[in-house]
């Protein structure tokens, strides 16, 4: 009894080994997937600590505004939503109303200059008033005198806590157009400019509930301040290393070929 050389060579050409470009593209998609799955990891561990430094900082007390020499320093990582407490007079003639939406409805941010005891200035967002009392045209885009702290001297002062914010800006966001009066984001160095107060912080602040002076403008309402992180990194993760797996498990099944379906190919042929 023989075996016809014929019968095994459809079976012998089945299990020639698979294309070079096929194992080349597998070992791509592995690597690359896993590679996203580990970056995804890295953002995970970056996004809980900055969520806990953020929990951190509104639970402490609130502390003086950083001082000029410091505020180049001043990132969105080491001092954003730090409790401020400030002390000093509003310039409410230099207000900008600048569009928002909120749980209280569509309308406007109040950011009003305040020039503090040390001579500085500091944007306080004093908070929320709803589209219809018309901010646009209630705040008319001025421009501060020389020294725009010199006519608020012997004026009553006020007292406000709220959360240190930076800039707002970025290819994202809607154009502002100062000449219109026209602002889209809170953006500090656009409002300064525009306003003419370079003696101002590169920052604004968050004022909290209930803090406008009485017989203030519009007492817009404070403490609308929504502190929220997005965090989906593990589930991204989990997503990567999914897909890194599945593509090693395809090219596993491709190189080892169908469970039983060589043994069904195979015959013998046996010579009388």
């Not at 095994?8 to 592995?30: E, T």
């Not at 959360?163 to 966001?173: I, K």
């Not at 009485?214 to 990567?240: C, K, M, R």
């Amino acid at each position: 009894m023989a075996v016809d050389d014929r019968a095994a060579a459809p079976d012998a050409s089945r299990r020639k080994g698979v294309s070079p470009f096929l194992a080349a593209l597998a070992l791509l998609l592995i690597v690359l997937f896993a590679g996203l799955g580990t970056w995804q990891v890295y953002r995970l561990q970056w996004k809980l600590d900055l969520i806990a430094r953020v929990d951190a900082r509104l639970k402490a007390a609130p502390a003086a505004p950083p001082a000029a020499s410091h505020w180049r320093a001043i990132t969105s990582e080491s001092d954003e939503y730090r409790r401020i407490l400030l002390s000093g007079v509003y310039l409410y003639d230099l207000t900008t109303p600048v569009q928002a939406l909120t749980e209280a409805g569509s309308g406007y941010w109040l950011l009003t200059p305040m020039c503090l005891l040390d001579g500085n200035i500091v944007l306080v967002n004093r908070g929320f008033i709803p589209a219809e009392l018309g901010a646009p045209t209630r705040y008319a885009p001025m421009r501060a005198d020389a020294d725009p702290c010199a006519r608020a001297r012997g004026q009553a002062g006020a007292s406000v806590s709220g959360l240190l914010r930076t800039s707002e800006h970025g290819p994202l966001m809607r154009t502002n157009v100062p000449q219109e009066n026209r602002w889209y984001s809170r953006d500090v160095a656009a409002i300064k400019a525009a306003r003419n107060i370079p003696q101002a912080a590169p920052f604004f602040v968050d004022a909290g509930a209930g803090q406008n002076p009485p017989g203030s403008p519009d007492q817009p309402q404070g403490g609308l301040t929504v502190v929220s992180f997005h965090n989906s990194h593990l589930v991204y993760a989990i997503t990567w290393y999914a897909l890194a797996l599945m593509v090693a498990g395809a090219f596993w099944w491709i190189v080892r070929g169908r469970p039983g379906k060589g043994n069904d190919e195979r015959y013998d042929r046996t010579e009388q």
